[in-house]
């Protein structure tokens, strides 16, 4: 996704932005039109020395201490699911909605409200202990590689007289 950074509207005498008197007709009205059709379709709405502000799709965030925060975030009504940055977690949540990717590409430390829960996407958290991969054991099917090789030593061993039957 393509973002845009834009600077606040100028601000005219009586405190309304972007509202300066313009042109009806002409190259100066078709610049204005330009200017505020782009305005409209910007991602990224404000940026002061404080706070910056980005639309993401339907989403508004606010970069708060190094987090950029989902504006219908309260931390009042809402207790966050701490989430590791690229744990196995995170990984589910992406695959369970793909589109969350447009929002936590806005850095590694997000909070995100969706459908009521919020998430907090957090590089410093302690990610997921990996389960264990289970081993094989006597009683566990072999895989098909390990069935092929199983069969071919038992096909040398029959061949070789070592076993006489075949059950």
């Known amino acids: 996704l393509a973002e ?6 100028p601000v005219d ?3 309304r932005a972007g509202l300066a008197a313009a042109p009806a007709s002409g190259e100066g009205a078709v610049e204005k039109s330009i200017t505020q059709n782009m305005l409209r379709g910007a991602d990224v709405v404000a940026q002061s020395d404080e706070e910056r502000v980005r639309i993401v799709g339907d989403k508004t965030f606010v970069l708060r201490d190094g987090i950029w925060t989902d504006t219908t975030f309260d931390p009042a009504r809402l207790e ?5 940055l690229g744990g196995e977690r995170y990984f589910a949540l992406l695959d369970e909605h793909p589109e969350w ?7 590694p430390e ?3 409200v969706w459908e009521g829960q919020a998430y907090q996407i957090d590089p410093n958290a302690a990610p997921e202990p990996t389960p264990a991969t289970p081993q094989p054991s006597a ?6 590689a390990g ?4 069969l071919q030593e038992w096909w040398a061993n029959l061949k070789e007289g070592r076993i006489s039957r075949f059950w």
């Open 4 to 9: 845009r950074e834009l600077a606040a509207p």
């Open 13 to 15: 005498a009586d405190g």
């Open 80 to 84: 966050p699911e701490r989430v590791a």
């Open 101 to 107: 990717g447009r929002y936590l590409a806005l850095g």
């Open 110 to 112: 997000v909070i995100l």
């Open 139 to 144: 009683h566990t099917a072999p895989t098909p």
């Open 147 to 150: 069935f092929w090789q199983q």
